[in-house]
């Protein structure tokens, strides 16, 4: 079945520091999403990526889809303590509304 | 609040009792999700709902497991004959109808079967 792999598993920055998070995918996927957990809450949406080399920004975020729909990155300019949280990017396959997980990649930021 | 919710927020139970969860979607969304997340995973697709149509279970759901949407709006969980590996937070989710819908979620249930 599908996979999705992210890496790194744990991130420790300073804060200022730039931080990305990557994601792989063992199929080509119809939809890319990244949530972002809080300690001790939920996953909150952050960003949806449809199309092949697409490139999104929200602030410091700059989100992008590979060419070939199967990878992902997460990229967060001059980090904030405000950013401490795992972020988890989720795939999905046309044919199915469910989202499959990667495992996220938890960022904590020296202050 | 119009967001998701879901009761109750912690369970603790003993193996071998039943458990129910609900989840209150927000108030528009026709699409519901379960799944579920433990200790430094991401969260696990259980299974969805079109309304009340259940259009899709995870092979995770064993058949100790049931959910329902009796009429399209709330939704349950329900894990019977528990086991230590059921313990874990059971998320909700909720959108609207259409391909890829951004979902919302709940702040989940925190079950610990002892």
């Known amino acids: 079945g599908q996979q999705v792999m992210q890496i790194p598993q744990y991130q420790h920055v300073q804060e200022g520091e730039d931080f990305t998070t990557y994601c792989n995918s063992s199929t080509t996927l119809s939809n890319i999403q990244w949530y972002k957990q809080r300690p001790g809450g939920h996953p909150v949406f952050l960003i949806q990526l449809v199309k092949s080399g697409e490139v999104k920004k929200q602030k410091r975020l700059t989100f992008q889809f590979g060419e070939a729909k199967k990878n992902s990155s997460l990229h967060i300019t001059a980090t904030q303590t405000t950013d401490v949280g795992t972020y988890f990017c989720?795939?999905?396959?046309?044919?199915?509304?469910?989202?499959?997980f990667g495992k996220g990649t938890k960022l904590t930021v020296n202050p | 609040d119009t967001g998701v919710s879901q009761n109750p927020r912690h369970k603790i139970t003993k193996r071998g009792q039943n458990v129910t969860f609900r989840c209150d979607p927000i108030?528009?969304?026709?699409?519901l999700y379960w799944y579920r997340q433990t200790l430094g995973q991401g969260p696990e697709f259980l299974t969805y709902f079109q309304n009340e149509a259940q259009l899709e279970k995870s092979r995770l759901l064993s058949d100790r497991f049931s959910a329902e949407r009796p009429k399209g709006s709330f939704s349950t969980l329900e894990i019977q004959r528990t086991e230590q590996g059921d313990s874990a937070m059971y998320l909700c989710a909720s959108s609207l109808g259409g391909v890829w819908q951004t979902q919302y979620f709940g702040p989940g249930t925190r079950l610990l079967v002892l």
């Open positions: 108030s528009e969304h026709n699409r």
């Open positions: 989720a795939g999905g396959e046309g044919g199915s509304e469910k989202l499959v």
